[in-house]
């Protein structure tokens, strides 16, 4: 399938926002960027480089990304230190960084850095920054991870590469740590072009429906994440055999299998088990989504939940507000800075709250549509795609002048 | 032929500081000591944000007091600050002060409370421009609203008097002064923003017009 073009999303976001970025883009001008980061599949960064690159280079911004190579000793540790800045307890031994220096060298020695502005992503390339004192360029650490609470030995280490970027990008607030250096902040964004968001015939949706036996005739409340404690499955089936007492639906789980989460087989039998017979609790367990049929799925849906106990950005719920769905979402993360309570969806922090709030969306049909709508709003102005081209943009032009706070194109 | 307008527009790059309050003492002192440009994210860009999803909340400030410290009256206070009678971020800094020192001396206690979850101080670097629209009379003007975008609409009703330092928005003033129509420009300046989302605003300015052409 061919990519969408710039032109495309005109249809989604309004051509005035289209000819907007054009014109930020004009005063770029002819500025490039490199991306680096350590995997060309899976995991959302990647996703969306496959999108944004091509965006910004339609945009006429020279964008080109590398991806950093390595052998399995290398990943095992990035993996390692991926864990322990997310808050794992864990003491690294000197061997340790001394291999992960090793490959960014090697890479380093691979590489080019000619372009106006390098974005290094995440921590496995993130000392590539060591070996480019001299620069004449610019260099960002896009952080997509939670370093609220990182463990303060690798953290220490790291740091010392961090503090000579130029600056530093966090998905929210409540991710980032203290910096020397300035912080900027680019939300996660979701495409609307994609499979997992575009509109879908009715008939497709009621396809996938029947694939899966899901019978439609009663409202279907659903929670698409993988089979992992935080995300509360059992918690969600209480809250809907709590409901279901006063009002008639269905519930759907769906998951799939992440490669490198050993514990979901376990959690999954829990979730079975909470379940139990029950025939209108529908579980689905793929072993590897596809983008369509979760689509499907989320439109399909008269509430979709996402009832975490921790969580990242939590981007299916920008998904799911995009298509106008009610969304009942737990207040943690990032999943705040989605959900304004009770106008683009509502928070709550229990069993008893989101089986409450399953009575009350399924109750007043319009309200949960004002919220759907409302939510979908949100997602235009903050959580798509062309607004992640649009910091881009800025940042381009911010970063050679990190003392103005207001900058007068003309 | 009155002067020609040229429709600009404003773009905003948020940015984190690592600063945070947990209570109204702290949050006090942040507001006294943050650059403006802090002032003018938690209250400006957050009203841009908030109108299009009808919050009735219109700053960062009231939204975190009255989600984390169970207080009422004081973001009700905050709320009702009308950004557009601001024409300095010094001005409506001021004016936050005083109204948070004001409540503390009729409640204190409420200062004693302590939030579970910090309020966040950010920042925000914003990058002004000029797009490809112009005016050089009211039809031209009125043809140009349908296709100029929300963020244009914002910066010309809203923020440019942080700019030009007046107490006008930038559409009634040119409709005063270059088309020579006080009357619709009465009218336009009188536009209650809290009350429209941008969308709703570019309807009504629309409709306004209308009714002169």
């Known amino acids: ?410 | 032929m009155g002067d020609l307008f040229q429709f600009s527009s404003s773009a905003s790059l948020g940015k984190l500081t690592g600063r945070r309050a947990y209570n109204l003492e702290e949050l006090l002192q942040l507001i006294k000591t943050c650059p403006d440009s802090s002032i003018f994210y938690h209250t400006f860009s957050t009203f841009r944000k908030m109108r299009e999803v009808q919050v009735p909340f219109n700053n960062d400030f009231a939204i975190w007091i009255s989600q984390n410290l169970a207080e009422e009256a004081l973001p009700e206070k905050l709320t009702a600050i009308e950004l557009a009678e601001h024409n300095t971020i010094s001005s409506l800094r001021e004016r936050i002060v005083a109204i948070i020192e004001n409540h503390k001396q009729e409640n204190p206690q409420v200062f004693d409370r302590t939030a579970a979850k910090p309020f966040y101080l950010c920042d925000v670097v914003r990058i002004v421009y000029l797009t490809d629209k112009f005016a050089y009379n009211l039809k031209s003007f009125r043809e140009s609203l349908n296709s100029i975008s929300v963020d244009s609409i914002y910066f010309h009703f809203i923020e440019s008097r942080l700019y030009t330092q007046l107490q006008t928005d930038d559409f009634s003033r040119w409709i005063e002064e270059s088309l020579g129509m006080p009357e619709l420009a009465a009218k336009i300046r009188n536009i209650d923003i809290h009350i429209f989302t941008l969308e709703g605003l570019r309807r009504k300015l629309t409709a306004l017009i209308d009714s002169y052409t």
């Open chain 1, 1 to 410: 399938m061919t990519l969408p073009s710039l032109f495309d999303y005109r249809e989604v976001v309004g051509q005035n926002v289209v000819e907007e970025l054009t014109i930020l883009a004009s005063y770029v001008g002819n500025r490039s960027i490199k991306m680096v980061n350590s995997t060309a599949v899976g995991g959302g960064v990647a996703e969306m480089l496959h999108r944004v690159v091509p965006l910004l280079n339609e945009l006429g911004v020279q964008t080109n990304w590398e991806v950093i190579k390595g052998e399995a000793d290398f990943f095992d540790i990035t993996k390692s230190f991926h864990n322990a800045l997310q808050g794992k307890p864990e003491h690294f031994r000197k061997e340790t960084f001394d291999t992960y220096l090793h490959y960014n060298e090697l890479n380093y020695k691979d590489m080019t850095f000619d372009e106006d502005l390098v974005v290094i992503h995440d921590p496995q390339p993130a000392a590539l920054i060591h070996w480019n004192q001299n620069r004449g360029n610019k260099w960002v650490w896009r952080c997509h991870i939670d370093l609220s609470h990182p463990n303060e030995q690798l953290w220490q280490f790291l740091r010392s590469y961090i503090d000579q970027y130029d600056a530093a990008i966090f998905s929210s607030p409540l991710f980032s740590p203290q910096l020397a250096i300035p912080q900027y902040q680019f939300y996660p964004t979701i495409d609307p072009l994609a499979d997992k968001n575009r509109d879908l015939s009715p008939d497709y949706i009621d396809s996938v429906l029947e694939k899966y036996e899901i019978p439609a005739d009663k409202p279907l409340v659903t929670q698409i994440s993988r089979y992992d404690p935080w995300k509360d499955p059992v918690g969600v089936i209480q809250a809907f055999k709590m409901a279901r007492k006063y009002v008639d639906c269905r519930l759907l789980l769906v998951g799939d299998k992440a490669a490198d989460d050993p514990e979901g087989e376990r959690i999954l039998q829990m979730v079975k088990a909470a379940a139990g017979n029950d025939p209108d609790i529908h579980i689905i367990y793929l072993t590897k989504s596809i983008a369509s049929e979760i689509n499907a799925f989320q439109r399909a849906s008269n509430i979709v939940l996402q009832k975490s106990l921790r969580e990242g950005f939590a981007l299916t719920v920008s998904e799911a507000l995009w298509k106008r769905r009610p969304v009942i979402g737990s207040a943690v993360g990032g999943i705040p800075a989605q959900i304004i309570h009770g106008y683009t969806g509502v928070l709550v922090h229990s069993v008893e709250g989101a089986s409450l709030q399953i009575r009350s969306l399924l109750n007043q049909p319009d309200f949960a549509a004002r919220l759907g709508d409302n939510g979908h709003q949100r997602v235009k102005d903050q959580f798509l795609i062309t607004q992640n081209l649009k910091r881009y943009l800025l940042l381009l032009l911010a970063i050679e002048r990190p003392d103005e706070t207001t900058i007068f194109l003309d």
